[in-house]
């Protein structure tokens, strides 16, 4: 036993120096670690560490990095550095009514170990986890920096286009491009607790591990009544990704520079509030809600230049409202897609070559009104589309027909907007009948044509 504590105290003082001039040799970190027992010994029951499966399993009712670095006691799986600084060479699981906290008593940056080859080390929460003012990223000691290469995915191909949203998991993975592996925070379904993310920098974590295969930086399966508020997120693969997942609150964080979407909740996702964030410079659609969603609130959002949508509601997202957002220099800034029962008002859109608010795909019974859409191409593309209101929106200075109806639209009430300098007022094509048009106010326009049906 004296000669196991020897050896254990050079083990843990060779790997402090390692990491202090950026010598971490991964080969002999697994070599070490097998030398070791399956489970380390601890002081009491509720933290261990599974050498096989490389895993920390936090099992007490409260616990924080320090507990865990006390209780495993090897360096080369939690290593404390200077002022606050922790080097993660493990997966992390908090159990069912567990929590673990990282917050500025013991911690000003969580740096999770990833070599950009094979380590994508996870933290997964089946209880809860509470991350407050301080850094989580990933690291990589033989860089000496982030992990940077996080994959990619196309939005279509020919291949997917055939089969639709009905195309297998199989078919659906040749979109991507798998990155280096890196780590992510990956809320379990059936999480006992909340997962609170408040006043912190994330960065670099996620990656393109496939199709479905929820990497994406943070995922939430489970953790209703979680709050996401005043980080910096910014280099995830997803800004924020969840499923089926209720009572959020998303609000005052700046999320940018992701891989893929911004903010992706999914999947049956409902009542989550999304406000007061600025999401810029995304790699695809800026906040989107997808595949029955429900009462979703996109309040007062900034925003911008992301390569994607603006703001979407997708595949049957209904009773939601996008109210007081501003979205400029944005690719089809806001958009619905066989989505229903939502409300769209006080938005403010500008600078798009698209329309600045897109209805498509049966999309129906929507309210949109008081906006104010200028420099667009147009200010509203109606594609079969029906029974929906368009009342009382301003648009100005578009490129072409401020109010496009067309693929079969039908029944809609188009009502007491303002019209001034676009190329035409409500253009109509003949296959899109039945719907009211009245009280519209058009003025300079480029062309004479108030209403042009074709």
């Not at 910014?234 to 005052?252: A, K, P, Q, R, T």
């Not at 911008?304 to 049957?316: C, E, P, Y």
């Not at 109509?428 to 062309?447: E, F």
Request: with cysteine.
């Amino acid at each position: 036993m004296i000669t196991f504590i020897r050896s254990f105290i050079i083990f843990s003082l060779s790997l402090s120096i390692f990491v202090l001039f950026g010598q971490f040799n991964f080969g002999k970190v697994v070599e070490a670690q097998q030398q070791l027992s399956t489970f380390l010994p601890s002081n009491n029951n509720c933290i261990k560490y599974n050498n096989v499966k490389r895993l920390i399993v936090v099992s007490c009712k409260f616990a924080t990095l320090t507990d865990v670095y006390n209780q495993v006691n090897n360096r080369y799986i939690l290593d404390k550095q200077p002022q606050g600084v922790w080097l993660l060479n493990a997966n992390i699981t908090i159990q069912k009514g567990s929590t673990l906290t990282i917050d500025p008593k013991d911690t000003t940056w969580l740096k999770i170990i990833a070599d950009e080859k094979t380590l994508a080390y996870v933290i997964h929460v089946k209880g809860s986890l509470k991350i407050d003012s301080v850094k989580v990223t990933s690291w990589n000691p033989q860089t000496n920096n982030y992990a940077m290469s996080y994959g990619s995915r196309e939005t279509g191909s020919p291949l997917t286009r055939a089969c639709g949203h009905s195309c297998s998991i199989a078919i659906k993975d040749t979109l991507t491009h798998h990155g280096a592996p890196r780590p992510f925070i990956k809320v379990e379904p059936h999480a006992t607790g909340t997962t609170n993310i408040t006043n912190s920098y994330l960065g670099y974590l996620g990656y393109e591990a496939g199709w479905g295969k929820k990497a994406e930086g943070i995922h939430y399966s489970s953790g209703d009544g979680s709050i996401i508020r005043n980080n910096n997120i910014d280099h995830l693969y997803f800004g924020f990704y969840s499923v089926g997942v209720g009572n959020m609150l998303i609000e005052n964080n700046q999320i940018h520079d992701s891989g893929h979407y911004g903010i992706d909740p999914h999947t049956g996702t409902h009542d989550m509030i999304i406000r007061n964030n600025t999401v810029y410079n995304n790699n695809g659609t800026a906040i989107i809600c997808s595949l029955n969603c429900y009462n979703i609130l996109f309040d007062g959002n900034i925003v911008h230049d992301n390569n994607g949508a603006g703001i979407s509601f997708s595949r049957n997202t209904s009773n939601s409202l996008a109210i007081n957002n501003i979205i400029e220099n944005q690719n089809i800034p806001i958009e619905l897609t066989n989505s229903h029962n939502d409300q769209i008002y006080n938005n403010k859109i500008s600078k798009t070559t698209t329309a600045g608010i897109t209805l498509k795909a049966g999309s129906s019974g929507n309210d949109i009104h008081n906006n104010i859409i200028r420099h667009a191409k147009s200010g509203f593309e109606l594609r079969d589309s029906h029974d929906n209101k368009i009342y009382k929106n301003k648009i100005f200075n578009t490129h072409a027909a401020a109010i496009t109806l067309k693929a079969g639209s039908s029944g809609n009430d188009i009502h007491n907007n303002i019209i001034r300098h676009a190329k035409s007022g409500i253009s109509i094509d003949d296959i899109s009948k039945n719907n009211m048009i009245r009280s519209n106010k058009l003025d300079d326009l480029h062309k004479e044509k108030g209403i042009a049906e074709k």
